[in-house]
């Protein structure tokens, strides 16, 4: 039984116009986008190949269906050919009264024999159409997810099989990543640069700045002039600069609620961590630092309704 298409279904399908001809896969795509289980959603083929002059999508459809689940399927009449429409007549049917002068009578007897052939023919070949069709919208709303990449995951995982930070970023954030990705080797060593790239993908300022470290030099024993050997044991004691300077990595100023995902072990630490040594390069030494916003360091000993946590060293000192 054959229903109107509901208001729900059919404002899911963009129309199709003078200047349109949408693929009878993309609306069964965008109905499975919405929710719409493919098996609910049936292609049909009409066979009269029409497709070369008319629209590929002929009508959409609510119809009942004994064998379909909730008794409900959205039909996709489409004008292409089926399999049985592009093979060769003669490879199913048989002349029945081959060498006999046809009357009127044996003509309709032998009509009505193909006709009763061609019915169980095309049912064999639907099942194999269908599953063709079912592909296509699968494949269809793969390359739809793909194309909306701002809303869906799909096209930043292609990059993570090389890129394991892409797991860990939002989905934001890993598609910045990736348009970032071409230009990291230029970049790479420009701390200003680098600062605002990261600051872009983990949304939160961050701010990288060198860092130089005095290292305390201890001789194991008091050398003689005399004794000293260059590189062996004249070593002067006392404080010395490190030729390379370290790195200090500064995140803040952040809304109080911000701060929990910066903390040691949470996601958008991590992938700080993984996004420095892309980068800034893997032999880099770099700390990390969080800052709140001047106007939520506020310390409660026992924050209750929309007081802020505490955390210690960052807006909680002792």
């Known amino acids: 039984m054959e229903h109107r298409l509901p208001k ?32 609910q959603i049936m292609m049909v083929r009409d066979g009269n190949n029409l497709s070369n002059v008319s629209k590929d999508i002929r009508s959409v459809k609510y119809r009942n269906h004994v064998g379909i689940a909730e008794g409900t399927y959205i039909e996709l ?21 081959p060498g006999k002068v046809k009357d009127l009578g044996l003509i309709l007897e032998e009509m ?36 909306k990449k701002n809303k869906y995951s799909d096209y930043a995982k292609l990059f993570a ?27 790479r060593g420009r701390l200003e640069e680098v600062s605002d790239a990261l600051s872009q993908i983990l949304e939160a300022p961050v701010r990288v700045r060198p860092k130089m470290v005095q290292r305390t030099i201890r001789a194991q024993k ?38 929990e995902r910066f903390l040691p072990g949470n996601r958008s630490r991590k992938a700080l961590e993984m996004l420095a040594d892309i980068f800034l390069g893997a032999w880099q030494e770099f700390d990390v630092t969080v800052s709140v916003s001047p106007d ?21 000192y002792l």
């Open 296 to 316: 939520e360091r506020k310390t409660y000993l026992k924050p209750t309704g929309d007081a802020s946590p505490c955390y210690l060293g960052i807006n909680t």
């Open 161 to 187: 099989a090389c890129w394991p930070v892409i797991h860990i970023l939002s989905g934001q954030g890993a598609l910045l990543f990736i348009k970032f990705m071409p230009h990291i080797h230029s970049i």
């Open 77 to 97: 009449k489409t004008n292409r050919r089926g399999i049985y429409d592009s093979l060769p007549e003669g490879l199913f049917h048989e002349a029945l009264f």
């Open 8 to 39: 729900e279904i059919k404002g899911l399908l963009p129309p199709n116009t003078m200047d349109t001809d949408f693929k009878a896969e993309l609306y069964g795509a965008l109905l499975a986008e919405a929710g719409f289980d493919t098996a």
């Open 222 to 259: 008091p050398n003689r002039l005399g004794n000293m050997r260059l590189g062996a044991n004249s070593v002067n004691v006392g404080l010395l600069n490190s030729a390379e300077a370290d790195l200090h990595i500064h995140i803040g100023d952040l809304p109080t609620r911000e701060v």
């Open 112 to 147: 009505q024999q193909h006709s009763n052939e061609e019915f169980f023919i095309r049912r064999f070949f639907s099942l194999l159409e269908s599953e063709v069709d079912r592909e296509g919208i699968q494949a269809q709303l793969l390359e739809l997810r793909y194309d």
